[in-house]
């Protein structure tokens, strides 16, 4: 499986991702921005970039009414 090349910020936001999932928090995207320091604007062209490389998906919150906003997973590598 060939290596996905990240940009420094697509390591910054990964890696707030993934350390907000191990500390089981919801990985919102006020907290991957807060979490990795990067502004709104640069956290949503992010976001996009890592989902199309596959790393991260999209999860819409799955109970109605209690809708806090897209939430952003990592994805398990093999």
Known sequence: MPQV???E?????YQAVTALE???Q???PD???????LTA???????????EKGLLHREDSPM???DFGPR???RQMA
């Open 31 to 37: 907290l991957i921005a807060e979490e990795s320091g």
């Open 41 to 51: 604007e640069q956290l949503q062209t992010t976001l996009h970039l890592l989902t």
């Open 5 to 7: 090349q990240l940009s």
């Open 9 to 13: 910020i697509e390591q910054r936001v």
């Open 72 to 74: 952003f997973c990592a």
């Open 64 to 66: 109605a009414g209690l």
């Open 22 to 24: 191990a500390r089981g």
């Open 26 to 28: 919801v990985p919102y």
